[in-house]
């Protein structure tokens, strides 16, 4: 019922559900990599052997072309609805 009623209001804002779906995955996987919650960095970390510390530094510019792609994928829909609508969704 709560995923219906977010829809429902995706909708009712005049935002495409497929661009909605496609907005969230981003926002989700981007808080899987990142600390805090970061699931994939700390399993990642621990079969490494090393610190997170130590794999942070390296791995901002990736963060950074995360955060950039999100807000391309956000602000510019067509971007992320071109490949959908050419099989007619």
Known sequence: MAAWFR???????GMDPTHFGIVMVLNLCIGICTPAVGAVLFVGVGVAGTTIQKVIRPLMLF???MLVALMLVTYIPELSLWLPRMFGF
């Open 7 to 13: 829809l429902t209001v995706v909708t009712e804002l």
């Open 63 to 65: 963060f950074i072309a």
